[in-house]
């Protein structure tokens, strides 16, 4: 029987005792109602398993222990994926991060593009960050990876289109003529434009293309806002990165 997996913020050594954090706490024993003695994976995102057991369970407090650092570590990938996403609404967009981890995205850019259904003031900013941030936890749990992509703060396109300009950058647009195929295998990363249920504007386009961004077409089809996105990074991954 596969070890329930859970992720803490909390440093691990093998073969310690550890007060487990309210978060990974509560899951155990109130929602996984693992009892005393039970084992269990523990992981921090510094690339290691950890196989721990349940020593008390109280009100106040979960005590596990720590048993083994698990091997191997896990790779670092061929090169990073850094996904920039038009916010796109609730549902839409949980499933885009979910799915993109689980393809092993590295990094995750919510965007505010001009044609996005989804105003997120400043107040509520922080509250959907920490949103996303779960949901790139639970699919990390879900798909044994061991490093936890980031999700860094929402930015503006004009603002992300012009960072590391380095990456071999690809904008998803079903007009262009050009494919992956057309396109030089990257070096140590790849940045991944895909825009809101609008899509982008021409404006939008042509400051990206300006930026260096590369145009390509998945296809002959339009794909939804929360599709493109994952069948871009698998195409990526097959043709350049770890489904080989």
Not at 25 to 31: G, K
Not at 107 to 116: A, F, Q, R
Request: with cysteine.
């Amino acid at each position: 029987m596969q070890l329930r997996r859970i992720h803490t913020h909390q440093l691990l050594i093998a073969d310690q005792e550890l007060l487990l954090e309210e978060g990974p706490a509560r899951h155990l024993t109130q929602v996984l109602r693992l009892k005393p003695e039970t084992e269990f994976i523990l992981f921090n995102g510094d690339g290691y398993d950890y196989q721990a057991r349940l020593i008390r369970v109280s009100r106040r407090e979960v005590l596990a222990q720590v048993i083994v650092r698990l091997e191997p570590i896990e790779p670092n990938p061929a090169f990073g994926i850094h996904l920039g996403i038009g916010i796109s609404k609730g549902e839409r967009m949980d499933f885009a991060i979910q799915k993109a981890v689980e393809l092993g995205v590295t990094c995750i850019t919510p965007l505010v593009t001009e044609h996005c259904v989804v105003r997120i003031n400043n107040e509520r900013q922080e509250k959907r960050l920490s949103h996303w941030l779960q949901v790139i936890i639970a699919a990390c749990e879900q798909s044994q990876r061991r490093r936890v992509p980031t999700c860094r703060e929402i930015s503006t396109l004009d603002d992300w289109i012009r960072q590391d300009a380095t990456s071999l950058s690809i904008l998803l647009d079903h007009r262009s003529e050009k494919s992956l195929h057309d396109l030089q295998p990257p070096k140590d990363s790849v940045r991944l434009l895909v825009g809101p249920e609008g899509g982008f504007s021409e404006a939008e386009r042509d400051q990206a293309n300006n930026c260096g961004f590369s145009g390509i077409r998945l296809g002959p089809r339009v794909l939804r806002t929360e599709t493109a996105p994952l069948t871009a990074i698998a195409a990526i991954q097959t043709l350049w990165g770890d489904f080989r």
